[in-house]
């Protein structure tokens, strides 16, 4: 990659490509869908370039099981999709998840339920990225909220991934995958990229399971001499030898789970853009983001106290920053591209301190800085 | 016993299980027996152990990865071959064995199978075809012969089963072979052809589960299963001189394609090469 920062004239999708590149992404299997193919476009034409292996699978359930298998053998992995092809990927982010194998799943959410609409914006996998698999895991949801963010977060997801071994899904939408706008890119030397921790101990002592509460363990991959076992989907002790005992398993998940509740500061990324002193604010993730700071500019002109609270980490949702953040405002609006997913999310960080109002839009446009302007204006007078 | 039909002896095969892990197969299972024809295979084929991973899915074969020494892993239900695919571009030098049942590789991952035949990408599938659901208390496979009885199919099975070997070969596999698990020597000789053969192997081991299909279909103890397949398996080579009437009811063993094709990740390891040599070539311009 670049020795110095560069500026483009980048699509999103195209941003997210080339920054799994530059965060040591070397594999990437899918199955084409719109609005995310150019990832897949990109990674095909890239990653040999690289050194890197690109395979079109014959469905989504393929794909991440492909990209599953790479980063069991050692390679950073990622995959993209849209709603219907995440929905088929399910069960494998929860696998992800146990047998604690890293993986990316980008999701360019595109209008649904069902089919949907294929080439417009929408936030309707929100609730599904968190809670859509079977079972009780952790999970890392970020959103992306402009094209430059599609570069720089998805190199953050992946190093989440490494670092946590962890599914990590990066969320965007149709409006932001198919935007072209001027993106800086960083050399890739000047930032910080992640690569698992490999184990220390040698195989006959080494225990694949075994970490203490807040840590992911040593990863000994497939191929490198470890015989190593516990990449299975059952419960299984520290050894990786399976059997369904309670005390085993309540070990496992909670140990699992700690690795987000024990780092939440390292992970949650939100950015307070005027919320703190506001009396209306506004939570925005995604592609709302740009037109919530549109309508709370055009508010402050009429002596209307709004700023934003941005979300980039949707899960572990960021309640505790969010209940300091809204301080004395009178109202929070939640714009969101669905009928209301995240303001539940809201509602709960708020604690009944301040009314929640969403503002809830699937027609397939985006919400317009108008709508947040009016629905501002009508919080204020509350 | 002569020394033609000598097997790597148990005590070795000792050497390559989990010390720890508690075995849960059935007494007399032939899942076992084929993973003993596995492991065998492996061991005759001198291919250092550190090479090897096998990979399971869901099922009673769905556990030899916690029951084998070897880099395991066991996938979410039917989706084997989808990983092993990741593993063997990632690694190509690894000798992938996916040790996986009827229900898994061909029922719920039955896509992926013949796509991974159509790719010939580097993996020796071990199938073992028990007729049945067995796990799940022996509800009807896509392999349950007709008029079977199976937990769902109380009434008989009203559907055809398919044939492993045929669908493997129209698919693309480049090493396709049947064989059963009272055929034991014949068995480690196909898998160790399987491991051999660059490409796309499938070899399908039908095996007799004596707790479910055995039970609900009258065949008897695990014994007797086994000398059902020993008095019912013809010999490709004598199967071709018979005609259909007399082949109901066999079961037809033998290597049915030892075919040569480009395998995926060879393929792949080629482009890169290739690619990296005209960045040089670009760079010295």
Redesign the interface.
């Not at chain 1, 992640?194 to 363990?217: C, H, I, S, T, Y």
């Not at chain 2, 299972?29 to 990979?55: L, Q, Y």
């Not at chain 2, 071959?81 to 991952?109: C, E, N, Q, W, Y």
């Given at each position: 990659m670049a020795s110095k920062t560069k500026r483009f004239f980048m699509l999103g999708n195209e941003a997210c490509a080339a920054g799994a590149i530059a965060a040591g992404v070397r594999?990437f299997?899918g199955y084409p869908i719109t609005p995310s193919t150019e990832i897949a476009e990109y990674m095909a034409r890239e990653l040999?370039?690289v050194?890197?292996?690109f395979?079109q699978?014959?469905?989504e359930?393929?794909?991440i099981?492909?990209?599953?298998?790479?980063?069991?053998?050692?390679?950073k992995?990622m995959t993209a999709t849209s709603g219907p092809g995440f929905s088929l990927m399910q069960?494998?982010i929860s696998?992800s998840a146990v047998?604690e194998i890293p993986c990316v799943v980008v999701n360019i959410m595109r209008g649904g339920p069902g089919g949907g609409a294929a080439t417009v914006p929408a936030q309707g996998d929100v609730m599904q990225a968190r809670w859509g698999t079977q079972g009780d895991h952790p999970v890392i949801v970020l959103s992306a909220a402009t094209v430059p963010e599609m570069y720089y977060l998805t190199i953050k997801a992946v190093n989440f991934s490494e670092k946590y071994r962890i599914p990590v899904i990066l969320l965007s939408d149709e409006s932001i995958g198919h935007l072209r706008e001027t993106t800086e890119i960083r050399p890739t030397e000047s930032m910080e990229i992640v690569n698992r921790r490999k184990p220390d101990l040698p195989p006959e002592q080494f225990e694949p399971l075994k970490a203490d509460m807040g840590q992911a363990p040593p990863m000994a991959c497939?191929?490198?001499?470890?015989?190593?076992?516990g990449?299975?989907?059952?419960t299984?002790n520290e050894?990786?030898?399976?059997?369904a005992v309670p005390d085993v398993q309540d070990r496992l998940m909670r140990r699992q789970e700690s690795k987000i509740t024990a780092n939440l500061a390292d992970i949650h990324m939100f950015e307070d853009m005027g919320a703190g002193e506001a009396d209306v604010v506004v939570l925005a993730h995604g592609s709302n983001v740009r037109t919530a700071l549109c309508a709370c500019a055009r508010a402050r002109e009429k002596g209307i106290r709004a700023g934003v609270f941005k979300i980039t980490t949707l899960w572990p949702f960021p309640y505790a920053p969010l209940n300091r953040a809204i301080g004395r405002a009178k109202g929070v609006l939640v714009p969101e591209l669905n009928l209301g997913q995240i303001i539940g999310e809201v509602e709960r960080a708020c604690k009944g301190r301040a009314p929640v109002v969403g503002l809830n839009k699937v027609d397939g446009t985006l919400i317009t800085i108008n709508e947040i302007f009016d629905a501002i204006v009508e919080l204020n007078k509350s | 016993m002569s020394a033609l039909h000598k097997v790597v002896p148990a005590s070795e095969i000792r050497k390559h299980l989990s010390k720890t892990a508690k075995r849960i197969w059935c007494p007399g299972c032939g899942t076992a027996i084929a993973m003993g024809g596995m492991i065998r295979a492996m061991v005759e084929s001198k291919i250092p152990e550190k090479e090897f991973a096998v990979i399971t899915g869901i099922g009673c074969t769905g556990r030899a990865h916690a029951y084998v020494d070897y880099d395991s892993l066991q996938t979410p239900h039917g989706r084997t071959l989808p990983v092993a695919t990741g593993i063997k571009l990632a690694r190509p030098g690894m000798h992938l064995i996916v040790f996986s049942g009827d229900g898994d590789l061909l029922g719920i991952g039955g896509n992926h199978f013949i796509h991974a035949a159509r790719r010939n990408i580097g993996i020796t599938v071990v199938l073992v075809n028990n007729f049945i659901y067995g796990m799940t208390g022996g509800q009807v496979a896509p392999t349950t012969p007709t008029a079977d009885t199976a937990s769902t199919a109380p009434y008989g099975n009203l559907e055809e089963p398919f044939d492993t070997c045929a669908l493997a070969m129209a698919a693309g596999a480049t090493y396709v072979a049947r064989t059963t698990a009272y055929h034991v020597r014949q068995m480690v000789d196909f898998i160790g052809e399987g491991i051999k053969n660059k490409g796309f192997s499938v070899i399908e081991v039908l095996s007799n589960c004596t707790t479910q299909y055995g039970r609900m279909n009258r065949k008897g103890s695990s014994a007797q299963m086994l000398k059902w397949f020993q008095k019912n398996s013809v010999s490709l080579k004598k199967a071709a001189d018979l005609p259909p009437e007399k082949l109901s009811g066999k079961f037809i063993t033998g290597e049915f394609v030892t075919g040569k094709r480009g395998e995926l990740s060879a393929r792949y390891h080629e482009l890169i090469t290739q690619k990296n040599k005209e960045r040089v070539d670009a760079h010295e311009a």
């Amino acid at each position: 990659m670049a020795s110095k920062t560069k500026r483009f004239f980048m699509l999103g999708n195209e941003a997210c490509a080339a920054g799994a590149i530059a965060a040591g992404v070397r594999f990437f299997a899918g199955y084409p869908i719109t609005p995310s193919t150019e990832i897949a476009e990109y990674m095909a034409r890239e990653l040999p370039r690289v050194g890197g292996q690109f395979i079109q699978m014959e469905d989504e359930l393929a794909g991440i099981g492909a990209v599953i298998g790479a980063s069991a053998a050692g390679v950073k992995a990622m995959t993209a999709t849209s709603g219907p092809g995440f929905s088929l990927m399910q069960e494998f982010i929860s696998y992800s998840a146990v047998v604690e194998i890293p993986c990316v799943v980008v999701n360019i959410m595109r209008g649904g339920p069902g089919g949907g609409a294929a080439t417009v914006p929408a936030q309707g996998d929100v609730m599904q990225a968190r809670w859509g698999t079977q079972g009780d895991h952790p999970v890392i949801v970020l959103s992306a909220a402009t094209v430059p963010e599609m570069y720089y977060l998805t190199i953050k997801a992946v190093n989440f991934s490494e670092k946590y071994r962890i599914p990590v899904i990066l969320l965007s939408d149709e409006s932001i995958g198919h935007l072209r706008e001027t993106t800086e890119i960083r050399p890739t030397e000047s930032m910080e990229i992640v690569n698992r921790r490999k184990p220390d101990l040698p195989p006959e002592q080494f225990e694949p399971l075994k970490a203490d509460m807040g840590q992911a363990p040593p990863m000994a991959c497939i191929g490198d001499g470890y015989r190593v076992k516990g990449y299975c989907r059952l419960t299984r002790n520290e050894r990786g030898d399976p059997g369904a005992v309670p005390d085993v398993q309540d070990r496992l998940m909670r140990r699992q789970e700690s690795k987000i509740t024990a780092n939440l500061a390292d992970i949650h990324m939100f950015e307070d853009m005027g919320a703190g002193e506001a009396d209306v604010v506004v939570l925005a993730h995604g592609s709302n983001v740009r037109t919530a700071l549109c309508a709370c500019a055009r508010a402050r002109e009429k002596g209307i106290r709004a700023g934003v609270f941005k979300i980039t980490t949707l899960w572990p949702f960021p309640y505790a920053p969010l209940n300091r953040a809204i301080g004395r405002a009178k109202g929070v609006l939640v714009p969101e591209l669905n009928l209301g997913q995240i303001i539940g999310e809201v509602e709960r960080a708020c604690k009944g301190r301040a009314p929640v109002v969403g503002l809830n839009k699937v027609d397939g446009t985006l919400i317009t800085i108008n709508e947040i302007f009016d629905a501002i204006v009508e919080l204020n007078k509350s | 016993m002569s020394a033609l039909h000598k097997v790597v002896p148990a005590s070795e095969i000792r050497k390559h299980l989990s010390k720890t892990a508690k075995r849960i197969w059935c007494p007399g299972c032939g899942t076992a027996i084929a993973m003993g024809g596995m492991i065998r295979a492996m061991v005759e084929s001198k291919i250092p152990e550190k090479e090897f991973a096998v990979i399971t899915g869901i099922g009673c074969t769905g556990r030899a990865h916690a029951y084998v020494d070897y880099d395991s892993l066991q996938t979410p239900h039917g989706r084997t071959l989808p990983v092993a695919t990741g593993i063997k571009l990632a690694r190509p030098g690894m000798h992938l064995i996916v040790f996986s049942g009827d229900g898994d590789l061909l029922g719920i991952g039955g896509n992926h199978f013949i796509h991974a035949a159509r790719r010939n990408i580097g993996i020796t599938v071990v199938l073992v075809n028990n007729f049945i659901y067995g796990m799940t208390g022996g509800q009807v496979a896509p392999t349950t012969p007709t008029a079977d009885t199976a937990s769902t199919a109380p009434y008989g099975n009203l559907e055809e089963p398919f044939d492993t070997c045929a669908l493997a070969m129209a698919a693309g596999a480049t090493y396709v072979a049947r064989t059963t698990a009272y055929h034991v020597r014949q068995m480690v000789d196909f898998i160790g052809e399987g491991i051999k053969n660059k490409g796309f192997s499938v070899i399908e081991v039908l095996s007799n589960c004596t707790t479910q299909y055995g039970r609900m279909n009258r065949k008897g103890s695990s014994a007797q299963m086994l000398k059902w397949f020993q008095k019912n398996s013809v010999s490709l080579k004598k199967a071709a001189d018979l005609p259909p009437e007399k082949l109901s009811g066999k079961f037809i063993t033998g290597e049915f394609v030892t075919g040569k094709r480009g395998e995926l990740s060879a393929r792949y390891h080629e482009l890169i090469t290739q690619k990296n040599k005209e960045r040089v070539d670009a760079h010295e311009a």
